[in-house]
């Protein structure tokens, strides 16, 4: 019986440094812009509420926008959360992908922004974390 228990034995899987690192680097580029756009909003810039309104949205939404951004965010950064908080903050950059749809603004430069930091944000994760790449495998 101990020979078939050691046959199941099963080494554990070994993460690259460099993987770890560059998911690092990549969520945290996406962590600071997003940071960055949080506060904006957060602080009233007087730019961040012209683009708002350019957008479509009332000045007196843009503080909660930036308040249920920056949960996300922090939801995000923290380890044992970081999966929920790449899922909210996806359907956060698919409403700015609407958004950018439904003002005509420009496919590569507008629209597919939140996309690109979606993109990031998914890509940190995956790099640093072992289990959801268990979960998601990518095929050689």
Known sequence: MSALMSEKHVEPVVVSNKKVWAGRVLSGLSVAFLLFDSIGKLMMVPQVLEGSEQLGYPVSSVRGIGLVLLASVVTYVIPRT???????????????????????????????????????????????????????????
């Open 82 to 140: 970081s999966v929920l908080g790449a899922v909210l903050l996806t359907g956060f950059l698919g409403g700015a992908i609407a958004t950018h749809v439904r003002v005509d603004n420009p496919l590569f430069s507008h629209v597919l922004f939140p996309v690109y930091v979606a993109a990031m944000i998914w890509g940190g994760l995956l790099l640093r974390d072992e289990r959801l790449r268990a979960l998601f495998p990518l095929r050689k």
